[in-house]
């Protein structure tokens, strides 16, 4: 049963997930870009050793809870030796980018068995702490972060510059080397026309508006990703207060507003597309992967608005990945062309949702 | 339609290729067929050797202007402009008075880091060079006025202090 206060917190019927992201270098090795394969191997192990083996080491967890007993594992993944499907399904799953799943150079991602970390070695730097949260959770994401990243930097020297701070490949990522993100769900906007109204006080406000895979990844289904592109001359405090404080219940205010008004004047339509959305997903044969999305979304929009309440929140969001092209090849064997592709993500999506 | 016949200048073949020479002024036709042309050093169309035209494109690329490289890395502007990538923590350096005013652009017009600095900065003198453009910034932010910011910064001096005393106080 869907509970409609439980979705509010933590803006969950909005913000499907955050992320905080740390950009950071090595002192004494050429960036990646410029960086031999041996040069990246030393890195690799340079940092591998840093991090240590289970999340206390790496500093995920803080206070009272450290200890080898219970902390978990990391578990490390060696790109350059991973099946392609594999590294589409880490991408998939918002683990890596999609430019790490790419090449053959020697890299790897260390990744907490619950997912909610991530720290790729030898992307576009040497390395990159990754902090998921579900929801709203943008200071509990924020603080693991700077936890991994005190933690890390206690072992390694760092690059960086009096005058630039973190020095990164990129001289966008220069200064503090943040980005603060959140994924936010805005089907409502979507269907009032007024998402380009977000996009350009976005735009105003220094922030960049993405796709569901982020950087690289359109804008143009109902998911999008909102993060800074400022991160010199601010301070990470300052852009999680800005974030977290102003951004966020900013956006999460105006698709709920969206929302209350598509109830209020157009409930028919709304209730036409949000039935017909679940309709379709529970019946359908053959799904091509952005038809899926669409609907999901418009099944999405209904359940946050208590029309279809045997249906969860945390079901759908699952869904928006096990329906991903790797995730079906990897779950479900003999799938050789595009129908059998669509085939078989009718079939997880009807399972999933319980056919009618 | 097909071209008229020409013989070969030199032999009754025909001609494949019609060329026009000056020289001291004079100017000339030069009527070839693919053997004297060939035996001449001219290519025909379509006929030029791979590793020529690679050749070539070796050339126009090592003769482009590349600008000054990074003494560290080998990285040239020309490689940033390309990739937007830098080659090593160097080149922030080596190319500051081209990338920085980039960086600017890029980043609303700030030019200076004010966020946190890692617990183990390259060396001592990085921590000390920070601390004083911080208390540089203090006194501009006092002069104007602008209490938030100072308070802001005075926190970060307070942090930054102890561990600077701490590693100039350890300094053999």
Redesign the interface.
């Known amino acids: 049963m869907t509970d409609l206060t439980a979705m509010m917190a933590g803006d969950r019927d909005v913000v499907m997930s955050c992320r905080v992201r740390l950009a950071r270098n090595v002192s004494g090795f050429p960036f990646v870009g410029r960086a031999t394969h041996p040069q990246r191997r030393e890195v690799l192990e340079t940092v591998r050793a840093a991090a240590g083996p289970d999340e206390a080491s790496v500093g995920l967890v803080g206070g009272g809870r450290v200890g080898a007993s219970t902390a978990e594992s990391l578990a490390w993944v060696d790109l350059a030796a991973l099946p392609k499907r594999d590294r589409q399904l880490l991408w998939e799953r918002h683990l890596i980018s999609r430019q790490f799943a790419e090449g053959d150079s020697p890299r790897a991602v260390a990744v907490t068995p619950d997912e909610r970390f991530s720290l790729m070695v030898n992307e576009e730097d040497h390395v990159r702490i990754q902090v998921l949260r579900t929801g709203n959770m943008l200071r509990e994401a924020f603080d693991a972060a700077v936890r991994v990243d005190a933690t890390l930097g206690s072992r390694l020297d760092f690059a960086f510059h009096p005058k630039w701070g973190y020095l990164t490949a990129c001289p966008t990522n220069v200064g503090c080397g943040i980005r603060i993100g959140v994924m936010v769900h805005l089907r409502a906007l979507r269907v009032t026309n007024e998402i380009e109204k977000v996009k350009r006080a976005a735009k105003e406000l220094h922030l960049a508006v993405r796709g569901f895979h982020g950087e690289g990844s359109e804008a143009t289904g109902d998911w999008f990703q909102i993060s800074n592109q400022r991160t010199l001359g601010v301070t990470e405090t300052g852009l999680l207060e800005e974030f977290a404080g102003r951004i966020v219940p900013a956006v999460v205010a105006y698709e709920r507003e969206a929302r209350r008004v598509l109830l209020e004047r157009q409930r028919t339509l709304l209730e036409d597309r949000v039935f017909r959305g679940i309709s379709l997903l529970r019946s359908a044969r053959l799904l091509g992967l952005d038809e899926a999305m669409k609907q999901l979304s418009s099944v999405r929009l209904g359940v946050c608005l208590g029309l279809i309440p045997d249906v969860a929140l945390d079901t759908l969001n699952r869904l928006t990945i096990q329906l991903q092209s790797a995730h079906l090849r990897t779950g479900e064997s003999g799938i050789e062309s595009d129908d059998d592709e669509r085939a078989a993500r009718a079939r997880v999506a009807r399972t999933i949702l319980g056919e009618q | 339609m097909a071209a008229p016949f020409r013989p070969c200048d030199h032999c009754a073949k025909p001609a494949v290729v019609h060329n026009t020479v000056i020289v001291n002024g004079q100017m000339n036709e030069v009527h070839l067929c693919e053997d004297h042309a060939g035996a001449a050093g001219i290519q025909m169309p379509g006929q030029a050797p791979i590793h020529q035209l690679l050749g070539q494109l070796a050339q126009v690329a090592v003769t482009r202007p590349r600008g000054p490289a990074c003494p ?2 080998g ?1 040239t502007f020309h490689d940033f402009k390309t ?7 160097a080149c ?2 080596a190319f500051a008075s081209t ?1 920085g005013p ?3 652009r ?17 060396d001592a003198n ?1 921590r000390a ?2 601390l004083q ?1 911080l208390l540089r910034e203090l006194e501009t932010a006092v002069s104007a006025e602008q209490y938030e910011r100072a308070a ?1 910064l005075r926190d970060r001096i307070k942090d930054l202090r102890p561990t600077t005393a701490a590693r100039i106080d350890a300094a053999p």
């Not at chain 2, 890029?106 to 390259?122: F, L, M, Q, T, Y």
């Open positions: 560290e890395c990285h990739s937007g990538l830098l080659g090593c923590p922030y350096d990338v980039v960086i600017e890029s980043h609303g017009g700030a030019s200076e880091h004010i966020g946190n600095v890692p617990a183990r900065a390259d990085q060079a920070l453009q802001q």
